[in-house]
Each structure stands twice: as structure tokens, then as C-alpha cells.
């Protein structure tokens, strides 16, 4: 699975540990891979923005070993989940798919049923705002983790019957 946003400094990190250890709390640790990537290459190499490494060690979560990278267009074909942060980046992933099925390419917070039901899935980019909008993005991270794990561990089983 990877977590896409722009620059992989903000949201995809925040993505990328929330759902890591939301895996590992499910027994899940070897069974699901998590990382992510931004759309342009900005960024690679470079850790994550500090107020998201502020914001996820708020929140509990060590952010500090984080390291930007750029998604591949292979990717899109290589996992089975790509979780992106707003529709802009649903359309530059499945721009890159060229041709092969994008099923698996989906809006992030399309698994939180509050913001599905609001119609607010886009995931807001803080990185032009202050700290209260880093904390928000954390909130709204969490709030569609449990419904990924669900999706996921529901997948798995299905596999694991074919």
C-alpha cells in the first residue's frame, strides 16, 4: 500500500505511520507494507515537514526517520492500495496508471463514513497554513484509518479463501 500527496512532507507521512501502526495494533505486521510518496520530487530525500513530525508526536507516533520519496508509475500497478490525498492526485495516479486498471487507486478519506457522508474527502494540504491545520490533517487521518485496516483485513481474508 502506498499513501500519496504532493511533496511527501505532510499528509502521505502522517498516512504512511497512522495506518502503520494501525496494522501492527491488527496483527498485521508482515502481512500489509506501508510507505508513501508525493507526485513530484520536491522533497526526496528530505525528512518530513517539522510540524508534521510535531503533529504525529502529539498525537503518539514517531515521525523522525520519515524520508521523501517520489511514486513511480510502475507503483500504480506493483501495490494493492494507493490511498491519495485529494482528487487532484487521484487523477495525476491514474494519469501515470496509462491504461491498466485504477480500481485500487482511492481517495484516503473515502474510508472515514463522516467525511464520505459530509462529501468533504479531499484531504487539505497544511503545509501553507499554522499548526492547527497539521493537527487536523492528523484527525482526519485517524478518522479513515480504521475503515482502511477494515478494508484491508477484510481483502486479506478473501484472498486467503480463493
Avoid at 515521525?63 to 513511480?72: E, L, P, V
Avoid at 499554522?130 to 492528523?138: E, I, Q, S
Wanted: glycine share 12%; aromatic share 6%.
Amino acid at each position: 500500500m502506498c499513501i500519496v500527496c504532493s511533496g511527501n512532507i505532510c499528509r502521505s507521512p502522517m498516512g504512511e505511520i497512522v495506518l502503520r501502526r494501525r496494522f501492527e495494533e491488527a496483527g498485521l505486521t508482515g502481512k500489509v507494507v506501508v510507505d508513501s510518496a508525493g507526485t513530484g520530487g520536491w522533497h526526496v530525500g528530505n525528512g518530513a515537514d517539522p510540524r508534521t513530525v510535531r503533529a504525529l508526536r502529539t498525537g503518539g507516533y514517531d515521525g523522525s526517520a520519515h524520508r521523501a520519496q517520489q511514486f513511480d508509475d510502475t507503483w500504480v500497478s506493483e501495490r494493492d492500495l494507493v490511498l491519495v490525498a485529494d482528487c487532484g492526485h487521484l487523477r495525476d495516479v491514474r494519469r501515470l496508471a496509462a491504461g491498466d486498471d485504477t480500481a485500487h487507486v482511492r481517495l484516503l478519506r473515502s474510508f472515514d463514513p463522516v467525511a464520505v457522508e459530509a462529501g468533504t474527502l479531499d484531504l487539505d494540504d497544511p503545509y501553507y497554513g499554522d499548526d492547527a491545520g497539521f493537527d487536523r490533517c492528523l484527525q482526519e487521518v485517524e478518522a479513515a484509518a480504521d475503515g482502511i485496516v477494515a478494508f484491508v483485513t477484510d481483502d486479506l481474508e478473501r484472498r486467503r479463501r480463493a
